[in-house]
Every structure is written in structure tokens, then in C-alpha cells.
């Protein structure tokens, strides 16, 4: 997710009050898409870190054992163990594949690892853009409070 944007440094103290404002409003949207992004990632990484402590169960599990199979979040059916030396998981776009349980942990510790480093790399985005957003809003208002002393006052 972290992509290799090049930094541009632009002199924002030459901008008119309008420009400032649009550009306020540029660092808001990216802030947020940033976060709605932080949201998803960390979905991901609960749900892996779920995954994994599953899987880490079945090293003590019995063939045969009762367990609940969910049909959906909230509803449940009576199962059995079929199986407890394999997995079937998930490795992308639908495709699945049988693995021993430590081949499994391996495979969730490894994308637990990708999501840390998309998560670090998307926080600091999100520093750098409020401090950023900070350094605008702060000069935007020095201008307009500039702009309205310089308006003459009406007189009666």
C-alpha cells in the first residue's frame, strides 16, 4: 500500500488564500482516504491475528473433537474434526490451498508482517499530511486576518 511517492516541495507562503484553501481542503481528503485506508488494514490484521490463534489451537486438537462451524457471524452449526495435522487457507483472489498447521502460521505470520509495514508506512503518511494540513491552516489564517486589516473600514 505504501507507494513510492516523490515529495514535492512547494513554497506555500506564495499562494493567494484561495489556492491555500483548496489545498487545505486536498490534505483533508488524503487524510482521511489515508485513514479510511489505516481502518481496512487493521480489520486485516485482527482478522489474521484471529486466524492465527485458530490455528495455533488445532495443535492441540483431536480428530473427532466437537467443535462449531460458523455459517455466518452469528449463526453456528454442529461439527466434528476431521482433520487436525492440515488447513486449508486462503492465499489470495479466491484461491485456496491444504497446508500442515505450521506451514499456516508461517503463511499468517509472514502477511501480519506485510500489514505492520503498510500500517507504519500509512501513519507516518498521515503525520507528515497533518503537519502539513497544520503548516496550511496556520498561513491561510495569517492571510486572511492580513487581507481584512488591509480592507478599509466604511465610514458613515
Known amino acids: 500500500m505504501a507507494g513510492n511517492q516523490q515529495q514535492q516541495n512547494i513554497d506555500i507562503s506564495s499562494m493567494p488564500p484561495q489556492q491555500l484553501q483548496s489545498l487545505r481542503n486536498q490534505l483533508q481528503d488524503e487524510i482521511q482516504s489515508l485513514g479510511q485506508n ?40 454442529p461439527g466434528r474434526l476431521a482433520e487436525t495435522e492440515k488447513v486449508t487457507i486462503e492465499v489470495g483472489t479466491g484461491f485456496f490451498v491444504k497446508r500442515p498447521l505450521n506451514d499456516a502460521v508461517g503463511f499468517i505470520e509472514r502477511k501480519l508482517k506485510f500489514l505492520d509495514r503498510n500500517i507504519d508506512a500509512i501513519e507516518a503518511q498521515v503525520m507528515n499530511k497533518r503537519q502539513n494540513l497544520e503548516s496550511v491552516v496556520a498561513l491561510l489564517n495569517y492571510k486572511v486576518q492580513q487581507l481584512t486589516k488591509q480592507q478599509p473600514v466604511p465610514t458613515k
Do not use: G
Open 38 to 77: 489505516l481502518q481496512r488494514l487493521r480489520l486485516a490484521q485482527a482478522k489474521f491475528k484471529e486466524s492465527k490463534k485458530s490455528v495455533e489451537n488445532m495443535k492441540n486438537a483431536k480428530k473427532d473433537n466437537k467443535i462449531m462451524i460458523p455459517l455466518t457471524s452469528s449463526i453456528y452449526v
